[in-house]
């Protein structure tokens, strides 16, 4: 169930009574030196104070950064964590809010805590979707992956980093109530797609379960309140129920001499709903809405209870699991069964130690071992945990498309695992529904690549048999690497994994490379006729240097498989040309002086002039395009497209900040080129054709007609001012869309087409 939001303690007049807070705090976690938490609370405030304004990112009636701190510090406390967590927690939002300079909380806290801030603050960033609607994407664009990835990457390096971020998090899902529906939509989306599986992954059960379920309220918001509503309903008939069952158990448990705690536990409303997805069941059919937890102190009382709760009532095969034994890949111990309880209804059990039950609801908070200490744990969960980290940053190595990462993590977090054996005995861990084919790229990559075949048990199987816990796979392979394309098609089912999926594709890729460097270079050959360039003036291994890549093949080929867009070659080139010819553009002559030169490029302030400014990398604006300015910390004003989804949503979240620009058109040079089109002769033709220029703001100095009879053909060439390549070659492909349009160049003299 949703956790209802905690008030901190209020006195009557609206402050906060931090002596009873540091009070209760202290009852949470134990704290080496409450003072330093106190001075971090009053910082926190007096900022908060200074600040004069809120400026709120999650809904109109957030409680602002100093009770946010506050907020993120109980539940950081609930997590069990250290006072540098802690007192970073309370200071983050000031920090972020820019209420508090960085530099000031090195100087009275020190250089921990400050770090842990600034790790906190370079995830701001990290977003879940392209826009509100935009389904069939987990993360949005390759920046957000890249703030994604440098989250991993903080996490390998101090896992308290993460934990900040997730209480955050989770104070903004529970504030954004207040907000709009959109709002509450994009908050959720980011929270479910992201932070509650890497709660998941960590092993914090009770936040993994918060954020899931906030997160369904805001996504599905008419699914939840049925399911809801159902369980209001059946509220008394199955707590009627528990308390039998419970209070039979304790007697049992009295009779064998087993200090147990027996506990009526709630189902949460997404887990409810997921099942009900995944079985095709209505809610009625749902039969461990009715659950009863049971702690004891050791292991080996676990598996005395279980012969106590079988011996009670008849167990249902095939509804037994022994995470004990083979624990889930996030460090979940426990046993799972299920059985015919009282008036025959089915009941779920679980069975674990009161260690366990720790483990389950802290996970990775629960081992106090960070990265550089020799603490000694008894369980090796967090290691295998940040070896889970590891293993995603190699991963994303090898998949390179920011799209294939996001379903990769979200997909490799959520799924249960099965385990499977090795000829020689060793086991592996994959996701459920995996295939021989996944587990051959998942013990190599050559091995994926020259499978053939697969035996399963002995016996030979074929290549989409799903595998299960305990199988033991032997692949048959042959000499030469030589993956089927089938494999990449869903529908075939050969492959599950995305990790598997991703060395296919990337294995056909660079086969293909000769073909797409084929494809590009006739792209750019076409283009350059087109714009009447002269390939001979431009140095294609300068312009691969400036684009990253190794060689102008490689570039070619990026631009056949579509990771390059044509205007950033197109850029590249006139770049050249403007170096190579700085008193003139492609040989025409430069405007008349009364126009002032700008460079191509230049940015205009509204109201202000030029300033600072960087290219968002997110969406690459290029002159002509729609364009907006972000002010940043320390690197000016940030460009992005008017359609750039991180904008919006920095619109939503930050709106002050975003400020008008553009590309300063009344000051940039403009040149005098040609543009001749050949179209079949109509009525309206040059009227279409002027239209679509006057659209683009683009001014026509000259214009000129003739008209072929016989052929029923026209000519028209026109002389338009144009700022750059870039725009003139959009321009034309515009005009090739004009009805009866044949074909559309750029005259340029002594240039031969």
Request: contains cysteine.
């Amino acid at each position: 169930m949703v956790k209802v939001r905690e008030d901190h303690p209020i006195r009557k007049d609206g402050t906060v009574d931090l002596d009873l807070w540091l009070e209760r705090l202290a009852e949470q976690v134990e704290i080496d030196d409450i003072e330093e938490i106190r001075r971090a609370c009053e910082l926190a405030k007096q900022a908060f104070d200074r600040s004069g304004t809120e400026e709120d990112v999650w809904s109109e009636n957030s409680a602002g950064s100093y009770l946010t701190g506050l907020e993120m510090a109980q539940i950081l406390a609930e997590l069990q964590q250290d006072q540098p967590t802690i007192v970073a927690a309370i200071l983050y939002r000031s920090v972020r809010e820019r209420k508090l300079q960085l530099e000031s909380v090195r100087k009275q806290f020190g250089k921990e805590i400050a770090t842990l801030v600034d790790g906190v603050r370079q995830m701001a960033a990290i977003g879940s979707r392209k826009s509100p609607r935009a389904e069939d994407n987990v993360l949005g664009g390759a920046t957000h992956m890249d703030n994604l990835r440098k989250m991993l990457v903080a996490m390998i390096d101090d896992v308290r980093v993460a934990l900040i971020k997730i209480a955050e998090r989770t104070c903004a899902i529970r504030a954004v109530k207040d907000g709009s529906r959109k709002k509450r939509y994009l908050v959720a989306r980011e929270v479910f797609d992201i932070y509650a599986p890497l709660a998941h992954r960590l092993g914090i059960g009770h936040i993994k379960w918060e954020l899931e379920d906030l997160s369904f309220r805001y996504l599905k918001p008419n699914d939840y309140k049925n399911i809801a509503k159902l369980l209001d309903e059946k509220r008394l008939d199955r707590q009627e129920f528990i308390d039998e069952v419970v209070n039979r158990l304790d007697r049992r448990l009295g009779e064998n001499r087993i200090d147990g705690d027996v506990n009526g536990r709630a189902k949460h409303i997404y887990s409810i709903w997921r099942k009900m997805q995944r079985k095709n069941i209505d809610f009625s059919q749902v039969y461990d809405v009715r659950a009863v937890r049971i702690l004891v102190p050791e292991i080996k009382d676990c598996y005395a209870v279980l012969g106590i709760v079988h011996g009670q009532w008849k167990n249902i095969p095939h509804e037994f699991d022994d995470y004990i034994a083979s624990p889930k890949p996030n460090g979940y111990r426990s046993l799972h069964t299920a059985v015919f309880g009282p008036e025959g209804k089915v009941l779920e059990i679980q069975i674990r130690t009161h260690e366990m039950h720790e483990e389950a609801e802290l996970g990775v908070c629960a081992h106090h071992l960070y990265k550089g200490t020799d603490t000694k744990t008894s369980s090796d969960a967090y290691e295998d945990k940040i070896a889970w980290l590891r293993q995603v940053l190699e991963w994303h190595e090898d998949l390179g498309e920011s799209e294939a990462f996001g379903d990769m993590l979200r997909a490799d977090i959520v799924q249960d695992r099965i385990y499977i054996f090795t000829p020689d005995g060793h086991v592996i861990d994959m996701q459920q529904g995996a295939t021989p084919v996944d587990f051959a790229y998942r013990v190599h990559t050559e091995i994926g690549h020259r499978c053939r075949g697969a035996k399963i048990n002995g016996r030979i199987v074929p290549l989409n048999r799903r595998l299960r816990t305990g199988d033991q796979v032997e692949i048959m392979t042959i000499n030469e690497e030589r993956p089927r394309r089938d494999w990449l098609n869903p529908n075939l089912g050969y492959v599950t994994s995305s990790r598997a999926r991703a060395k296919v594709a990337h294995w056909f890729k660079q086969q293909d490379k000769e073909k797409n460097a084929a494809a590009g270079q006739k792209i750019i050959n076409r283009e350059m006729k087109r714009l009447a360039l002269d390939q001979e003036d431009i140095s294609f291994d300068v312009m691969a240097t400036d684009l990253n890549f190794k060689a102008p093949e490689d570039l070619f080929a990026a631009l056949g498989a579509g990771d390059v867009r044509l205007s950033q070659i197109i850029n590249g080139a006139q770049r050249q040309v403007d170096h190579a010819h700085p008193d003139e553009q492609l040989d025409l002559a430069l405007p008349s002086e009364e126009r002032s030169p700008a460079g191509l490029g230049d940015i205009r302030i509204l109201g202000v002039g030029n300033l600072l400014t960087t290219m968002a990398s997110c969406c690459k604006p290029v002159p002509g395009d729609p364009i907006a300015g972000y002010i940043t910390v320390g690197r000016g004003v940030s460009v992005h497209r008017d359609d750039c989804p991180n904008l919006m949503q920095l619109r939503e979240t930050d709106g002050p900040r975003v400020i008008e620009v553009d590309w300063g058109r009344e000051g940039e040079a403009t040149y005098p080129v040609d543009v001749y089109i050949e179209a079949y002769d109509r009525s309206g033709l040059l009227r279409d054709v002027m239209i679509l220029l006057a659209e683009d703001n683009v001014n026509v100095t000259a214009a000129n007609t003739v008209t072929d009879k016989h052929n029923n053909t026209a000519c028209l060439t026109i002389t338009v001012e144009i700022a750059g390549l870039e725009l003139l070659g959009r321009i034309m492909d515009k005009i090739n869309q004009v009805p009866n349009v044949i074909d559309v160049h750029r005259q340029r003299s002594g240039f031969n087409l």
